[in-house]
């Protein structure tokens, strides 16, 4: 894969093009105050930054003080974003109709949510509830009272974790304007108290908008199913039109692969010389359309600037979040055209089809036709395609998950299904326990390398691995997704692969949809009857980058489930918060961070982790 690279940065020099190794290169080293999290400029008198000579800000800030504000802001922003992703799925929900360009593909789990959410669901026509639904969960954001609706989903254990730690996250916005507010100017100085309201703004992602967004997805564009696919840049296809759809939010990517399906469309392309049109997904856009279309995936977070590269690409359509702003002048080195279609990410240099819900057919139909029209300008000599895919199975839901357990077991299965065959099988130490990998890519480590190399010992040593976001695309790369990679476990997990049929890494979603780990681990401790910090499972984040990221281990953190991390979080300059992130957190959910930059000693730790919580459990 890295050779593949570094054909392709031969083609970006001699297109005169930059890529992100030269700006990692140029922004080297990085400016030590920001890394450590101990500049603050949260008001004019500022930027202060703390250093042993001038240890506190001109406000009287102390390290602690800035470092913790920076902290909070960070889980502030990484919540707003899934959440607003999920808000705008909301309103997606809420234009469904019979004859529209947005439908109920999921009707029982929308009748579901209703009856959760206590909402008359007899005889009630499906797009009705569908609009009563979307109203409620957009209440979500800003009820002036009460907490969020699917903390109820939480094992009693949790729910009185949160009652008493007075985190129990309330309405969405309120939590971050909360955020917001308390690292104004003039207000909260006390690192704990900041690590206090992260904990309890994350949770309003986690147990809030994530889990609004995967759920309302699923009732939009269906539950995801098992599925196989294929993974890597290999995905392009010379001959073809190849579409690029990138980013997170499906409702404009779904468009874009229904209006490729167009019989006029593909016989438009034949009429132009190309042998059909290829759509293919990048980042958690990738992950959606794979799950519930078996769109093929170009690949994770750092290979976004690699795919304009191969010069074979006649479009990519970004939604939001994770997209380059270098995609605009990279993709002017090349014959791409680079769509922007949302008003949260607009970016200069791109053509911007702003979507919109009751115009999104014919605007994707549009779209694909401009795509058509422009690969006559395809420059033949430019094209460079890496031949490496792998083969994938997705779409691990919980769903598929309990469905895959139950063609196994004679354990009794309630209503919701049962994780107790996996339970069993922990219990037992065929498994000898289940990590969630999670999160991007990061220019500080060599790319996909810690992903790897911590899939990999994990495996051999009989440890599940569930994963999301741009990890599932690196094991979809390294072939980990394909259940021939069985070869890689130890003999339990091999046996477990074999007798349920599943692949050694779970391919859950996109990184919204951790909500689904969140439930996962929530319905293995239920069955198994303790508390979720007990279970050995645990989550990983090896690459992280993203505000996203830092909300998310906060979350998971909240919900009882330690967190490994590759990346250091920006908090170093404070001793306090870097007791605090470690074992301050222990105290209030019973989890924390354990942080290592070398994968090979974080996996120990991963693997010590587990083994300790299987002894403290007797097992
Ligand atoms: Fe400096 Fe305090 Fe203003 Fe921050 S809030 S910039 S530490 S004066
Ligand atoms: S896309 S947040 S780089 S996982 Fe979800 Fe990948 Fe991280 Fe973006």
């Known amino acids: 894969m890295e050779a593949d690279t570094a054909?392709?940065?031969e083609r970006a020099c001699e297109a005169c093009a930059e890529t992100w190794e030269d700006r990692a290169k140029a922004q080297t080293p990085h400016c030590k105050f920001g890394e450590d999290g101990i500049c603050c400029k949260n008001c004019s008198m500022g930027p202060c930054r703390v250093t042993a000579k001038s240890p506190r800000g001109i406000c009287g800030a102390d390290a602690h003080a800035i470092a913790g504000r920076n902290y909070l802001r960070t889980i502030a922003a990484g919540t707003s974003a899934h959440s607003d992703h999920a808000r705008e799925i909301l309103h997606v929900l809420h234009s469904t109709s019979a004859d529209g360009n947005y439908k109920v593909r999921d009707e029982a789990k929308l009748i579901a949510l209703a009856r959760e959410w206590g909402i008359p669901t007899d005889g009630r026509d499906i797009y009705e509830l569908a609009h009563e639904v979307a109203e409620m969960g957009l209440d979500e954001f800003g009820k002036p009272f009460g907490t969020q609706r699917f903390i109820k989903r939480a094992i009693p254990e949790r729910q009185k974790t949160w009652q008493e730690q007075g985190i129990e996250p309330r309405a969405i916005d309120r939590e971050i304007a909360t955020a917001m507010h308390m690292t104004h100017m003039g207000n909260t100085a006390d690192a704990e108290a900041l690590i206090h309201q992260g904990l309890r703004t994350a949770l309003s992602n986690g147990w809030g908008g994530s889990m609004?967004?995967?759920?309302?997805?699923?009732?939009?564009?269906?539950?995801?199913?098992?599925?196989?696919?294929?993974?890597?840049?290999?995905?392009?296809?010379?001959?073809?039109?190849?579409?690029?759809?990138?980013?997170?939010?499906?409702?404009?990517?779904?468009?874009?692969v229904t209006a490729a399906e167009v019989k006029e469309l593909q016989d438009y392309a034949r009429g132009k010389g190309a042998k059909g049109i290829n759509i293919v997904g990048l980042c958690?856009?990738?992950?959606?359309?794979?799950?519930?279309?078996?769109?093929?995936?170009?690949g994770n977070f750092l290979q976004q600037e690699n795919a304009i590269l191969t010069g074979a690409v006649e479009m990519m359509c970004v939604d939001v979040q994770c997209i380059f702003p270098a995609l605009a002048p990279l993709s002017e080195c090349f014959h791409t055209k680079?769509?922007?279609?949302?008003?949260?990410?607009?970016?200069?240099?791109s053509i911007y089809v702003e979507f919109k819900t009751e115009t999104a057919f014919e605007q994707a139909k549009d779209l694909i036709k401009m795509a058509i029209d422009n690969y006559e300008n395809r420059d033949a000599s430019k094209v460079f395609i890496p031949q490496n895919k792998q083969a994938a199975t997705v779409g691990y839901p919980c769903e598929q998950i309990i469905k895959h357990l139950d063609g196994v077991t004679n354990s009794h299965v309630d209503e919701l299904g049962s994780y107790r065959p996996a339970?069993?099988?922990?219990?037992?130490?065929?498994?000898?326990?289940?990590?969630?990998?999670?999160?991007?890519?990061?220019?500080?480590?060599?790319?996909?390398?810690s992903h790897f190399e911590i899939m990999k010992e994990l495996l051999k040593n009989d440890i599940l691995i569930v994963a999301t976001g741009c990890a599932a695309q690196v094991a979809t790369k390294a072939g980990l997704l394909d259940r021939e990679a069985k070869y890689l476990c130890g003999a339990g997990l091999r046996r477990v692969c074999e007798l349920v049929n599943i692949p050694p890494i779970l391919h859950m979603g996109a990184c919204i949809d951790i909500s689904r780990i969140l439930l996962l681990v929530n319905g293995i401790a239920r069955d198994w009857g303790v508390d979720t910090t007990q279970i050995p499972v645990v989550g990983c984040a090896p690459?992280?980058?993203?505000?996203?990221?830092?909300?998310?281990?906060?979350?998971?953190?909240?919900?009882?489930?330690?967190?490994?991390?590759?990346?250091e979080p920006q908090v170093k300059g404070s001793s306090q918060m870097m007791e605090l992130i470690t074992q301050g957190t222990r105290n209030l959910t019973g989890a924390?961070?354990?942080?290592?930059?070398?994968?090979?000693?974080l996996v120990r730790a991963i693997i010590d982790g587990i083994e300790a919580k299987r002894a403290a459990l007797g097992i």
């Open 7 to 9: 054909k392709l940065r």
């Open 212 to 256: 609004l967004g995967t759920e309302i997805t699923d009732i939009l564009f269906g539950t995801p199913t098992v599925r196989n696919t294929e993974g890597n840049l290999g995905v392009l296809e010379k001959e073809m039109v190849n579409v690029v759809v990138h980013g997170h939010d499906p409702a404009f990517s779904e468009m874009v």
């Open 284 to 298: 958690c856009t990738a992950n959606e359309v794979a799950m519930r279309h078996g769109v093929r995936m170009a």
């Open 338 to 349: 680079f769509v922007t279609s949302s008003p949260i990410a607009r970016i200069p240099g």
């Open 423 to 449: 339970v069993d099988a922990i219990k037992a130490g065929v498994l000898r326990g289940a990590v969630g990998i999670v999160g991007c890519n990061n220019p500080r480590v060599r790319p996909d390398y």
């Open 543 to 567: 690459e992280w980058m993203s505000e996203k990221a830092v909300s998310i281990a906060n979350y998971v953190v909240s919900t009882g489930i330690d967190v490994y991390l590759g990346i």
């Open 592 to 601: 924390g961070y354990i942080i290592n930059k070398d994968p090979h000693e």
